[in-house]
């Protein structure tokens, strides 16, 4: 089985900087995609962003396109997600996971239904 385990989550201001790490117990081998997700109390689950392990292909939400980046090492089977211009909105638990099965459109890739493993989570909070 593989593991997933955030870190790098924390407290800042409003326009300030984290990054967030997802590492992989183990490398596996049949993964296509992984991506981030966040929940905020009392909200649903939502996409972040994902990236294709083959060709580094990348999906981002629009409320976080041009603020975060995601990221790989596959020399770790690491994946991150690059924090800027944080705003108090961003506050949530955010979640790695990974997924086995391929997907053919973008509403496929954000969803959390075809991701196999996740993570426990990290808190984001962002203070105004």
């Known amino acids: 089985q593989v593991q997933l385990v955030e870190s790098g989550g924390g407290l800042v201001q409003a326009g300030g900087s984290l990054r967030l790490s997802c590492a992989a117990s183990?490398?596996?081998?049949?993964?296509?995609?992984m991506g981030w997700f966040r929940q905020a109390p009392g909200k649903e689950r939502a996409f972040v962003a994902a990236?294709?392990?083959?060709?580094?292909?990348?999906w981002y939400a629009d409320s976080v396109k041009g603020r975060f980046t995601i990221s790989r090492d596959n020399a770790n089977n690491t994946l991150y997600l690059q924090m800027n211009s944080l705003k108090p909105e961003d506050t949530a638990v955010y979640l790695c996971?990974?997924?086995?099965?391929?997907?053919?459109?973008?509403?496929?890739?954000?969803?959390?239904?075809?991701?196999?493993?996740w993570g426990q989570g990290t808190q984001v909070t962002v203070s105004s």
């Open positions: 183990r490398r596996t081998f049949s993964t296509y995609a």
């Open positions: 990236i294709r392990w083959g060709d580094s292909g990348t």
């Open positions: 996971a990974a997924r086995e099965t391929f997907f053919h459109t973008a509403a496929q890739v954000m969803g959390s239904a075809g991701y196999n493993y």
